[in-house]
C-alpha cells in the first residue's frame, strides 16, 4: 500500500502538450494564482478530484509552475524535458458544490484570446490522481452525474412526451437535457429535486460571463436563450407535474437558457397562482438579477416561496462593470432584497466568486458589512465562469484590490460571524428552511 503523502507535500504540476494529452512534469510543482499572488499547490490545499469535474488546457497561455530544484516559479511555454513541445497550462472546472481555491497559474501568450465561459481550478497530481484547489459547500448529490443515466433521461423525456404533448416549454427542456446536458433540466425528466422554469427572452443586465447570450463576438455564449414565452399554462404544467411526483420538489425561474425572469413576470404571476390554487407542496423559487423589486414584490405577494440574487459584488463599481446593468440600478437590488426579507421569504445570494477578488480584505469587509445589515438565509458560493485574469484587469480598473485572503478562510470568517447563515450551493426546498445551518 503507498503511503499517503504529508500535507505540506507540494502536488506534481500537471501540464498539457499540443494534442490535449495531460501528463506530470517531474521536478516541478503545482501552483495556483488569486490575482496576483501565487503559491505551490500541497496536498492539505487541495481535495481528490470530485467525480464529475472536467480537466482543460488552455490555448495560447503558459503554465506557471514550480520549479522544485531552483526553488522559484517559472512560466514554461516548452517541456523542458522535450525541448521544441510546446507545453499549456491545465485546469478544473469543478463538479457543482465546490468552490475554487486557487486559479490554474499561467500567463497570456502574445495575441490570446479570452477563455471560454468555465471556471479555471488549479490542479495537480499526488502520485495516485489529480487533486484540485477546492472547497466542499454543498453535499447534496443533485447534479451528481453518476444519478443522471442517459437511458434514464430519455426515458423520462418519452414519458413527459406523453404526459404533456403540447407543453413547448416540454419541448424547450428536451433541448436543453438532450443537447446542452442541463443537470436541471435532466432532473425535470428524471423526477429529482429541482425542475427548471425558464419563461423569459429578455434581461435588463449584460453581465461579461452571461451564458446565454454574448454580443461582442470574443466569447461563445454556451446555450441559446428560449426562443418564446411559456403561457401561464405551460408554466404550470411543468411545475405541476414535477411537484406532485417529486418529494420536497423546487421548481424555479431563473435559469442559464433564458434573461431575467422578472422581465416575464405577465406569465409567471398567473402561473405562480395556477400552481397555487392546485397544491401548496413543492417550493416556487426565482434566481434573478433583481433588477426589479416592485415586480419581485408583487411575484412574492403571488406565492413565490424563495429568492435567489445574482451578486459578483456587494460594491456598487464592481458590481456595475461585472452586470453592466440596462435600465436598472445597484441600489433596486438591494430594494429587492429587502423587499423579500420584509416579507419573511427565504433569501440566498448566488455569490458569483473568483478568488483573487472575492476573498480580497475589499471584499471581504464589505460583505460582512453588508450581512450584518441584511439576514439574508444563505449564500450559495458559484464558481464565477470567466476568464479570471481577464476578470482580475477589469475589477482591477474599477477598484485596486489588496492582498487576497484566501477563499477558505473568507468562508471561515463568513461562518464564524454569521452562524445562522446557511452556505450551499443549490436552492433548499421549504422543507429544510428551519433545519440549523
Ligand atoms: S442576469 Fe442572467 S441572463 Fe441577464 S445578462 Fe446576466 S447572466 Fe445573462
Not at 494534442?19 to 496576483?36: C, R, S
Not at 423520462?156 to 424547450?172: F, I, Q, S, T, W
Not at 429587492?336 to 419573511?344: E, K, N, T
Request: net charge neutral; with cysteine; aromatic share 8%.
Amino acid at each position: 500500500m503507498p503511503r499517503r503523502p504529508k500535507p505540506s507535500a507540494p502536488l506534481t504540476a500537471v501540464v498539457a502538450n499540443s494534442a490535449g494529452e495531460i501528463f506530470e512534469l517531474e521536478g516541478f510543482a503545482a501552483a495556483g494564482m488569486a490575482g496576483t499572488d501565487r503559491a505551490v499547490l500541497t496536498q492539505a490545499d487541495a481535495l481528490k478530484i470530485p467525480h464529475g469535474s472536467e480537466l482543460m488546457f488552455l490555448p495560447d497561455r503558459s503554465p506557471v509552475l514550480y520549479n522544485l530544484d531552483a526553488q522559484r516559479f517559472e512560466t514554461l511555454s516548452e517541456n523542458p524535458y522535450a525541448p521544441g513541445e510546446p507545453l499549456f497550462p491545465v485546469a478544473a472546472f469543478n463538479s457543482p458544490g465546490y468552490v475554487i481555491t486557487r486559479v490554474s497559474a499561467y500567463e497570456e501568450d502574445p495575441g490570446a484570446g479570452f477563455l471560454p465561459l468555465f471556471s479555471y481550478g488549479a490542479a495537480g497530481w499526488d502520485g495516485q490522481g489529480f487533486r484540485t484547489a477546492v472547497v466542499r459547500v454543498d453535499p447534496e448529490p443533485r447534479q451528481d452525474l453518476r444519478r443522471m443515466p442517459r437511458n434514464k433521461v430519455i426515458a423520462g423525456v418519452e414519458r413527459m412526451r406523453k404526459a404533456l404533448p403540447d407543453n413547448r416549454l416540454r419541448g424547450h427542456l428536451e433541448k436543453c437535457a438532450l443537447e446542452y446536458g442541463c443537470p436541471a433540466a435532466k432532473n425535470f425528466f428524471l423526477g429529482r429535486y429541482e425542475a427548471p422554469l425558464p419563461t423569459a427572452q429578455r434581461c435588463n443586465a449584460a453581465c461579461l460571463g452571461c451564458l446565454s447570450l454574448q454580443t461582442g463576438g470574443d466569447i461563445p455564449h454556451s446555450q441559446d436563450r428560449i426562443a418564446f414565452t411559456p403561457t401561464p399554462e405551460e408554466i404550470a404544467g411543468i411545475a405541476l407535474t414535477h411537484i406532485r411526483r417529486v418529494d420536497r420538489a423546487v421548481v424555479s425561474f431563473g435559469q442559464g437558457c433564458e434573461g431575467d425572469p422578472l422581465l416575464a413576470a405577465d406569465a409567471i404571476e398567473p402561473g405562480i397562482r395556477l400552481i397555487r390554487e392546485e397544491t401548496e407542496a413543492g417550493t416556487i423559487n426565482m434566481n434573478t438579477n433583481g433588477g426589479r423589486p416592485e415586480i419581485l414584490a408583487r411575484l412574492l405577494d403571488a406565492g413565490l416561496d424563495s429568492v435567489r440574487i445574482s451578486l459578483n459584488s456587494i460594491r456598487k463599481s464592481p458590481y456595475e462593470a461585472y452586470f453592466r446593468p440596462k435600465g436598472y440600478t445597484f441600489d433596486q437590488v438591494i430594494e429587492s432584497i429587502d423587499a423579500a426579507l420584509s416579507r419573511g421569504k427565504w433569501v440566498s445570494l448566488n455569490y458569483l466568486n473568483c478568488p483573487g477578488f472575492t476573498d480580497s480584505p475589499e471584499e471581504a469587509d464589505a460583505l460582512e458589512a453588508f450581512l450584518r445589515q441584511r439576514p439574508v438565509s444563505m449564500i450559495q458560493w458559484r464558481n464565477l465562469n470567466f476568464d479570471p485574469l481577464r476578470y482580475w484587469n477589469i475589477m482591477g480598473r474599477v477598484s485596486p484590490l489588496g492582498p487576497p485572503a484566501g477563499m477558505k478562510r473568507l468562508i471561515g470568517r463568513i461562518r464564524r460571524s454569521f452562524p445562522g447563515l446557511r452556505h450551499g450551493y443549490f436552492n433548499p426546498p421549504k422543507e429544510r428552511f428551519a433545519e440549523s445551518p
